[in-house]
Antibody, heavy 121, light 110 residues
Framework: EVQLVESGGGLVKPGGSLRLSCEAS????????MNWVRQAPGKGLEWVSS????????YFADSVKGRFTISRDNAKNSLYLQMNSLRVEDTAVYYC??????????????WGQGTLVTVSS | QSVLTQPPSASGTPGQRVTMSCSGS????????VYWYQQLPGTAPKLLIY???QRPSGVPDRFSGSKSGTSASLAISGLRSEDEADYYC???????????FGTGTKVTVL
């Protein structure tokens, strides 16, 4: 069974930093692209970033470009999102989602339970 | 900022057929596959449709997707109370080099 477990969320002040992690199990992590999607309270889904299976290609939404970094450690079956220069509007539940075998684009066929990031003074 | 436009709400009584639209452009729906996700209250999204009209294993055949030009639609036939959820379309956008989600449609079972 595919499992994705996010961690690292919390309360941070504007301008601060936070690193999210997503631990994967139940599939060959190194074969799949991975993604981060967020959802602000009471709002819709917003794609944040994607990384291909070997980290060859990385993509970011314009709203986070230059502030967020995505990375993965295939030996640890883990995906990361380093978030710097956080803004109030980055407040959201952040979901880790499995992408397509190999590269992008493709559907997000498994999702974690999400981790809440709150940016507030 | 959503690039794909969906109606905010749709409703029906049990057993009815409900449809919802997703409008995009040539750089997203017009040239890439459409995906649909279901988000039940308080839970993570779930993949409902991929490659415009394909259902993952375990998704009932009451759910069907279609695409024409720069628009797509999702239909739910034989509506059930457990179908009450938010539904989002999504696609890759070649101009943005990223995914775009729809604004979401809330389905209510009357």
């Amino acid at each position: 069974e595919v499992q994705l477990v996010e961690s690292g969320g919390g309360l941070v002040k504007p301008g601060g930093s936070l690193r999210l992690s997503c631990e994967a199990s139940g599939f060959i992590f190194s074969d799949y692209s991975m993604n981060w999607v967020r959802q602000a309270p009471g709002k819709g889904l917003e794609w944040v970033s994607s990384i291909t299976s070997s980290s060859t290609f990385i993509y970011f939404a314009d709203s986070v470009k230059g502030r967020f970094t995505i990375s993965r450690d295939n030996a640890k079956n883990s995906l990361y999102l380093q978030m710097n220069s956080l803004r109030v509007e980055d407040t959201a539940v952040y979901y880790c989602a499995r992408g397509q075998f190999g590269g992008v684009p493709g559907p997000f066929d498994s999702w974690g339970q999400g981790t809440l990031v709150t940016v507030s003074s | 900022q959503s690039v794909l436009t969906q109606p905010p709400s749709a409703s029906g009584t049990p057993g009815q057929r409900v449809t919802m639209s997703c409008s995009g452009s040539s750089s997203n729906i017009g040239s890439n596959y459409v995906y649909w996700y279901q988000q039940l209250p308080g839970t993570a999204p779930k993949l409902l449709i991929y490659r415009n009209n394909q259902r993952p294993s375990g998704v009932p055949d009451r759910f069907s997707g279609s695409k024409s030009g720069t628009s797509a639609s999702l239909a739910i036939s034989g509506l059930r109370s457990e179908d009450e959820a938010d539904y989002y379309c999504a696609a890759w956008d070649d101009s943005l080099s990223g995914y775009v989600f729809g604004t979401g449609t809330k389905v209510t079972v009357l």
